[in-house]
């Protein structure tokens, strides 16, 4: 059997991701990768890049949380090692606050990140609005940084990118022997998925170097992430919006919840602001199905409705998709040997 010929359309944190580990794990494959857009014009460059997750309310938990371990497990490994600078990958500490105490108090993921404990009294004089405290060590990924790290070791293990848009599946299928499908949003006509649809987030970019812990509000829209060179304030959860122009009253809206809970941030400095549409379904789309073009029946894997969690979950989801792609192989010498 010849080199297997894999098509992954998509260039975000998940695409990439995908892309990177079908082409290391399974060197029979030669791997490219199309999309319209490559960083930094993905939704991925303008994520906030904090590893922690909400729940899906349509996939077992369990899986959820090995997607979850999985990414953290590597992007600790990048953290430990010395391309950490060179990823953008760093570990960061800070405070999940809560008005009144939540029915989960110790959530699934609570041994998945590092130093997880209950907030002392002391530390909750710093919110006196919120009854409720989370502490813990996660990981912050700085996608600018981070997505072209990806494509430069997706190209050393003889990745291949192709700019362009792909419409229809059929496109494909003359050249590639399986298609991995990390469209996002476009899966809605790429798919025909119906069950997909956009969650508007727009987010504010601050000078404030003087903050060192992030601060997140359990309700999960108002959040304070430190970064290398700016500090991320946020957020919005518009479902079905599909405005990517900056609203003004989101804007300050946002910054006067983030005053709230630091109110420091009144000295700070704005340097960007960004808008971006999360691909947003009630389970991501991890799953095979054949695709038929013709006489000729092709197998897609689905990767694709990660919502806010791409960044927390990408790599979980991209060994998945590997392990799909390495049964699609064997389902294909099977057949080729009838």
């Known amino acids: 059997m010849g080199r297997v010929r894999v098509a992954v359309v998509g260039a975000g944190v998940v695409g990439l991701s995908t892309a990177l580990c079908i082409a290391e794990c399974i060197p029979e494959c030669s791997v490219t990768v199309f999309a319209d857009t490559f960083s930094p014009d993905t939704v991925s460059d303008?994520?906030?890049?904090?590893?922690?997750?909400?729940?899906?309310?349509?996939?077992?938990?369990?899986?959820?949380?090995?997607?979850?371990?999985?990414?953290?497990?590597?992007?600790?490994?990048?953290?430990?090692?010395?391309?950490?600078?060179?990823?953008?990958?760093?570990?960061?500490?800070?405070?999940?606050?809560?008005?009144?105490?939540?029915?989960?108090?110790?959530?699934?993921?609570?041994?998945?990140?590092?130093g997880f404990r209950f907030m002392s009294d002391a530390e909750l004089e710093k919110f006196p609005q919120h009854k409720f405290g989370q502490a813990f060590t996660t990981l912050k990924c700085e996608c600018p940084i981070y997505l072209p790290w990806l494509e430069k070791r997706f190209k050393n293990a003889d990745g291949q990118v192709q700019p362009g848009r792909v419409t229809d599946f059929g496109q494909l299928c003359v050249n590639y022997d399986i298609i991995v499908n990390c469209s996002g949003l476009g899966s809605l006509s790429l798919a025909g998925d119906m069950d997909l649809h956009p969650v508007r987030g727009q987010i504010l970019k601050v000078q404030a170097p003087w903050l060192k812990h992030f601060i997140r509000d359990g309700d999960g829209l108002t959040y304070i992430f430190p970064g290398i060179s700016s500090v991320t304030l946020g957020g919005t959860r518009q479902k079905d919006d599909w405005r990517l122009t900056a609203d003004p009253k989101d804007r300050s809206d946002m910054f006067e919840r983030c005053c709230a809970l630091e109110p420091s941030l009144k000295k700070s400095q704005v340097l960007t602001e960004w808008v971006g549409l999360r691909p947003t379904r009630g389970g991501l789309r991890l799953e095979k199905e054949m695709f038929q073009h013709g006489s000729r029946q092709v197998p897609i894997v689905h990767n694709y409705g990660h919502g806010g969690g791409g960044i927390c979950l990408h790599w979980g989801t991209a060994l998945e998709a590997t392990q799909l792609v390495k049964e699609c192989i064997g389902n294909r010498y099977l057949a080729s040997n009838l």
């Open 46 to 114: 303008g994520a906030a890049g904090f590893v922690y997750v909400n729940k899906f309310p349509d996939t077992p938990v369990d899986r959820q949380r090995r997607w979850l371990k999985d990414t953290f497990d590597h992007l600790f490994s990048i953290s430990n090692s010395s391309e950490a600078s060179d990823a953008g990958v760093y570990l960061i500490s800070g405070w999940q606050v809560f008005r009144e105490p939540p029915s989960e108090k110790r959530p699934y993921w609570a041994d998945v990140v590092l």
